[in-house]
Every structure is written in structure tokens, then in C-alpha cells.
């Protein structure tokens, strides 16, 4: 596509509002919260929750306007008001769609009934559909979902459709692409300061484009291809600023681990989780769509990254249509701000059965595994296949247990057989994978990480113990309802292929 419209890049300032002692959670974690002054902060690193602001009174001569954050600005500009506030339900235009097999259907069933067999969607140049989840399946009704979305697509003359029709052979589908938050990514869908919806709870993954998204149900969705509308509350926002040198044995899964297990699977529901900070900074586009991606497991509404240059540089070749990014004010009220000393945190894991049960991976240096498995739109990017070929690289061994890769797209696919893995001698992420010993990278899907049918790559249909890069380890969700699913980042899944056990990545990369 030709080349992006990029506004000039905006400088954040992040703003100590408070004097707290804050830093890295530990694996065991405590609150505190500091009232004392400046002078009197002890050095002494603390898990801490900063107190929620006081509410501005209006002024006894009017209204006092109000600063918004990031998600406010998106949510008054796609519903043409001035400003919002957290509660406020509004009637938002949506930019862009996104459904996929497993939605899609459903959604376009919704939109038929509703508004005539006849009707035509709002936009069809607004609507995205990407066949992702159950592809490389024999399971006749998993590829019936696809033959239903090409239909739709034929009669409604939706663009951009990225259709498979041979199974055997991906890369006889030029149009196909594999996992939609990255694909959405990678085709040019995301765009700062827009309206992204999607039949799918990870779609909150675009919020690394400083963008609200979202994940819908089917219903909503339906309304939205007959309306371009939906009517939304406004979610208060939780403020995570994230500081410090970003140590070499860790990643972006280990920060939002980190953050999930200190405020629960619940402790973001319906509120928006905003990143900020050097570390974030620091950041690639790949991996703050790590950070984005999981907020849905602490409930969160949408995860959201103010936009810079390192999103200008990742879009310029991607899109044409022309975005203006918005940014907090300084004067935003957020309900919670969380500060993180990142150099302070340790590789971590989320053991069975909930994304918010943290360790420290060297406590569960003694937990036999049976397998790993590093894909999905959490940890099947191209950086999270050159994260484990690093430490595969590092350790100069071969794994003791089946090692499973999923690239999430062609192109991640492409990249793991083309590029060059840095300080290897020019050796790609496929040959080091193959001398390590691992099965040979998978066809692009969303495979196992969430069971599917019978027959899908690398589901596990026994009860045994997995290390995963994917998104969430309730029971049955890759599978078999007794399987134990460690998740982890690339780092440590790579590290734990070595030992046969969850394993520290620091015991090869350092």
C-alpha cells in the first residue's frame, strides 16, 4: 500500500503527580501506599498503588473544562463532542471492523436479521475479515464458517478480505494472511487515534497504535455493519508508568504478567489500561502489542500507548489514509496510577489455571514439562521467534521436550525462514530451530491456543504440562480440560524446552 500520511511526532512528558516509593512488584507482592514528603521517602522499593485522585469541583462561575486522556479525546472525537467523561454513554462512529471465522458469521447472521436479507453494510471498505482461528482443519463445519464468510464477502463487495480456499498449501493464498491483530497490524488497519472494533477480545492489541480498540460480541457487531455506529460508555482510565532500563533476560510478556498479577484478572474490568514511561518508550511496535494484548486478561476495556516515533516508522509503509494521534492531557484525571521500576523485575510465568497466579520462573524451577509451544498473536511475532532462536543460539543445546511453532502470519513465517538472527553467523530462526531440535514451524493460525478442533496443530488432547507464549491457561483452553498451561514469554519458553522444566532464560543468557 503506499506510503502513510504521518503527522508529526509529539513529545510526552509523564508528570510525578505523587511522591511514593514505588518499583517492581515481588513475586509475593505488598501495598503501601507513601503519605510522607519528598524529603522523608525511604529508598526502600515498594509495590504500591498510587490513591485516586480528587474529583475538580466546578468552579462557582461554570464548569471548569476538564483534562481527558487518551481514551476520552478518541471516544469525543469519534462521537463529535467536545469532551466525555468516564461513564458517559455515547453514541461512537466506528473507522474500522474486523471480524473472522468464528465471528463472522454470526455477526453478518445478526446484521440479516436485523436489517433486511437485502441490506447493504454501512462501508465496505471499512470491514475486515480475516480467517484465522480454525483453518487447517478437516472438521467440515470449521471450514464451512470460511465458505459462509466468502459468500457474505462476494455479495457485499467488502475490500478487504483475506481469503483461504487451499488448505494444504498456504502459501498458494497470497491473500491469506493468519492471526488478525497482527495481520490488522501488518496490512495497515491500525491507525492512531481511531475507532477499532472486533468480534474477538484480543482486538484490544491495536491500542499499541495509540488507537481504542476493542472486542465486541456478535450482536454489536451485526449493528455495526448495518449503522457504522455503536453506542459505548466511556471507561475510566488506569495509568501504569513503566521506568527504567529494560533488562536483557525480559520482555514485554513479562511486564504485562507482572501487572495482571498485581491487580487480578479483575482489577481493570471496563477501565482502560494506559502505558507510559522509558520503558514503554523503549519499545518496539511488536512488543508493545504484547503489552496491549493481555489487557483484556486483568478485564480491561482496551490497553492504549501514545504514539511516537517508533509508530510512525512501523507505519509509513503501511497505510495511506491519514490519522491524527491524541495524547493525555496533562491535566487527565485517572482513576489509579501504577509506577514500575522495571530493572527491579524478574522473568515471570503465569502458573495454571489464571493469568493472574504469578511466579517468578525460578520457583517453578522444579515443575516437570511435557512440551512447549510459542505462537499466537501474543508470542508468535517475528521478534518472539528471534527472542527464543536467541536462546536457543545462546545455549549451543537441544531440547528434552517437543517444542511447537506457530508463526501468526505469512509474513512472521517468511521472516522466521529469511532473516537473519543478529550475532548468529547469518543463520536464520528456522536453522536454529532445527539444529535445537524443535518441529518444524506450522502453517500461520491461531492453532492451539484455543483448543479448537480435534485435529488442530499442536492442541493438546492428553492431560499433560505446556509452556506457552499464548494469552490464557484456564482448563481446556488448548485443549484438554486437565492440561496445565504455563504462560510464559519466549525467552522462557525457549529456556524451559532446554531443561525439560520451567526454567529462568538468565541460566543461557547471561
Given at each position: ?5 504521518v503527522a ?6 509523564v ?16 501495598f503501601?501506599?507513601?503519605t510522607?514528603?519528598?524529603k522523608?521517602?525511604s ?16 468552579a ?24 466525555v467523561s468516564p ?6 462512529n466506528?473507522?474500522?471492523l474486523?471480524?473472522h471465522?468464528?465471528g463472522?458469521p454470526?455477526?453478518?447472521?445478526v ?11 454501512w462501508?465496505?471498505?471499512k ?12 472438521d467440515?463445519r470449521?471450514?464451512r464458517?470460511?465458505d459462509v464468510?466468502r459468500?457474505y ?6 475490500k ?9 498449501n498456504f ?12 495481520a ?6 491500525c ?18 497504535f ?7 460480541g ?7 455493519l ?7 460508555k ?27 498479577g ?16 522509558t ?23 482496551n490497553?492504549?500507548i ?6 510512525y ?15 493525555s ?16 523485575l ?11 497466579n504469578r ?6 524451577k522444579?515443575?516437570?514439562i511435557d512440551?512447549?509451544y510459542?505462537g ?7 521478534e518472539?521467534f528471534?527472542?527464543?532462536?536467541k536462546?536457543f543460539?545462546?545455549?549451543g ?6 517444542t511447537f ?13 529469511t ?5 548468529s553467523?547469518?543463520k536464520?530462526?528456522s536453522?536454529i ?7 518444524t ?9 484455543l483448543?479448537?478442533?480435534?485435529d488442530t ?7 499433560k504440562v505446556?509452556?506457552?507464549?499464548t ?8 485443549g ?23 526454567t529462568?532464560p ?5
Amino acid at each position: 500500500m503506499a506510503s502513510s500520511a504521518v503527522a508529526s511526532s509529539s513529545t510526552l512528558h509523564v508528570i510525578n503527580k505523587r511522591d511514593v516509593g514505588l518499583s517492581a512488584f515481588s513475586s509475593q507482592p505488598s501495598f503501601c501506599i507513601q503519605t510522607t514528603k519528598k524529603k522523608e521517602v525511604s529508598k526502600k522499593i515498594f509495590s504500591v498503588i498510587s490513591p485516586q485522585q480528587t474529583e475538580r469541583k466546578p468552579a462557582t462561575t461554570g464548569s471548569v473544562k476538564t483534562g481527558m486522556t487518551m481514551t476520552e479525546k478518541i471516544l469525543a472525537r469519534a462521537s463529535d463532542k467536545p469532551e466525555v467523561s468516564p461513564g458517559d454513554n455515547v453514541w461512537v462512529n466506528v473507522d474500522v471492523l474486523m471480524t473472522h471465522d468464528i465471528g463472522g458469521p454470526a455477526s453478518f447472521g445478526v446484521f440479516k436479521e436485523q436489517f433486511g436479507q437485502k441490506a447493504k453494510v454501512w462501508n465496505p471498505e471499512k470491514i475486515v475479515i480475516i480467517p484465522d482461528h480454525y483453518i487447517f482443519t478437516a472438521d467440515e463445519r470449521a471450514n464451512r464458517n470460511v465458505d459462509v464468510l466468502r459468500d457474505y464477502c462476494s455479495e457485499q463487495n467488502i475490500k478487504y478480505f483475506y481469503d483461504i480456499k487451499d488448505r494444504g498449501n498456504f502459501r498458494a493464498n497470497p491473500d491469506y494472511k493468519g492471526v488478525c491483530h497482527l495481520a490488522l497490524a501488518q496490512e495497515g488497519h491500525c491507525r492512531p487515534g481511531e475507532v477499532l472494533l472486533g468480534t474477538d477480545s484480543h482486538t484490544c492489541t491495536a491500542g499499541a497504535f495509540g488507537q481504542f480498540a476493542t472486542g465486541i460480541g456478535t450482536t454489536d457487531a451485526g449493528f455495526v455493519l448495518g449503522t457504522g455506529k455503536l453506542l459505548l460508555k466511556v471507561p475510566p482510565t488506569l495509568r501504569f508508568v513503566m521506568d527504567g532500563e529494560m533488562p536483557s533476560y525480559l520482555l514485554a510478556k513479562d511486564l504485562i504478567l507482572q501487572i495482571i498479577g498485581e491487580i487480578s484478572v479483575s482489577g481493570a474490568t471496563y477501565k482502560t489500561m494506559e502505558f507510559v514511561g522509558t520503558t514503554v518508550e523503549s519499545l518496539s511496535m511488536e512488543e508493545r502489542m504484547t503489552l496491549c494484548n493481555m489487557v483484556v486478561e486483568a478485564g480491561g476495556k482496551n490497553g492504549v500507548i501514545p504514539t511516537d516515533k517508533t509508530t510512525y516508522d512501523y507505519l509509513k509503509d503501511k497505510t495511506s489514509v491519514p490519522y491524527e494521534p491524541v495524547y493525555s492531557d496533562e491535566g487527565a484525571r485517572f482513576l489509579k496510577e501504577y509506577r514500575i521500576d522495571i530493572s527491579k523485575l524478574e522473568p515471570l510465568v503465569a502458573k495454571p489455571h489464571s493469568p493472574d497466579n504469578r511466579a517468578l520462573a525460578r520457583e517453578c524451577k522444579d515443575v516437570k514439562i511435557d512440551r512447549v509451544y510459542i505462537g499466537s498473536c501474543t508470542g508468535g511475532k517475528t521478534e518472539d521467534f528471534m527472542a527464543a532462536a536467541k536462546v536457543f543460539l545462546a545455549s549451543g543445546k537441544k531440547i528434552k521436550v517437543p517444542t511447537f511453532l506457530v508463526p501468526a502470519t505469512q509474513k512472521v513465517w517468511m521472516d522466521v525462514y529469511t532473516l537473519p538472527v543478529p550475532g548468529s553467523g547469518g543463520k536464520t530462526c528456522s536453522q536454529i530451530f532445527e539444529e535445537a531440535g524443535c518441529e518444524t514451524p506450522a502453517s500461520p493460525s491461531c492453532a492451539a491456543c484455543l483448543g479448537g478442533p480435534q485435529d488442530t496443530y499442536a492442541r493438546l488432547n492428553e492431560p499433560k504440562v505446556c509452556v506457552s507464549t499464548t494469552n490464557r491457561n484456564f482448563p481446556g483452553r488448548m485443549g484438554h480440560i486437565e492440561g496445565q498451561i504455563y504462560l510464559a514469554s519466549p525467552y522462557t519458553a525457549a529456556a524451559s524446552a532446554l531443561t525439560g522444566k520451567v526454567t529462568d532464560p538468565r541460566e543461557f543468557l547471561m
